[in-house]
């Protein structure tokens, strides 16, 4: 049975931080505005995050 290399594990898990940042990148700023806020504050609160 061949062993999976531990830079692997490292790599899947950078690989799922980043897919759930650009997640949230995208679905905040739709959330935000589907709640009401201002554009302006949709930017504010998109950049602080």
């Given at each position: 049975m061949q062993r999976i290399h531990p830079a692997t594990f490292l790599f899947a898990a950078r690989?799922?931080?980043d897919m759930g940042?650009?997640?949230v990148a995208?679905?905040?700023p739709v959330y935000l505005l589907a709640l009401g806020?201002?554009?302006l504050q949709v930017g504010i609160i998109?950049?602080?995050s």
């Open positions: 690989a799922l931080r940042d650009g997640f995208v679905l905040l806020f201002a554009p998109a950049t602080a």
